[in-house]
């Protein structure tokens, strides 16, 4: 499985922004697409996650209520809407999926894409 993420870029504070991961290769063998970030001199850390079988989603405290994620099935994308973004939020967005969906999260990724900067400015 490939994943693409893509949509980052510079916003002020309190603007929105989408980022895109494109899925291909064996995307049937995925159950969950997940958004994850790292921010400079920080750990990587969980943002939300999709469940493909069941529309499920699962968020961070930290972003429930401003961000949110969809999907597009014909074009195996999962999307992240962020919206009231603070300058807390720049980061490095990754997406990543994994085959079997998990009941806690953040969990353990099977595939990884190269990711995407999102900086925002106060």
């Known amino acids: 499985v490939q994943l693409q993420a893509s949509g980052g870029g510079l916003v002020q504070a309190g603007g929105s922004l989408r980022l895109s991961c494109a899925a291909s290769?064996?995307?049937?063998?995925?159950?969950?697409m997940g958004w994850f970030r790292q921010a400079p001199g920080k750990e990587r850390e969980f943002v939300g996650v999709?469940?493909?079988?069941?529309?499920?989603?699962r968020y961070a405290d930290s972003v429930k209520g401003r961000f949110t994620i969809s999907r597009d099935n014909a074009k195996d994308t999962v999307y992240l809407q962020m919206n009231s973004l603070k300058p807390e939020d720049t980061a490095v967005y990754y997406c990543?999926?994994?085959?079997?969906?998990?009941?806690?999260?953040?969990?353990?990724?099977?595939?990884w894409g190269k990711g995407t900067q999102v900086t925002v400015s106060s």
């Open positions: 990543a999926a994994r085959m079997v969906w998990s009941s806690t999260w953040p969990a353990r990724m099977d595939y």
């Open positions: 290769g064996r995307t049937s063998s995925t159950d969950a």
């Open positions: 999709f469940r493909w079988s069941g529309s499920i989603t």
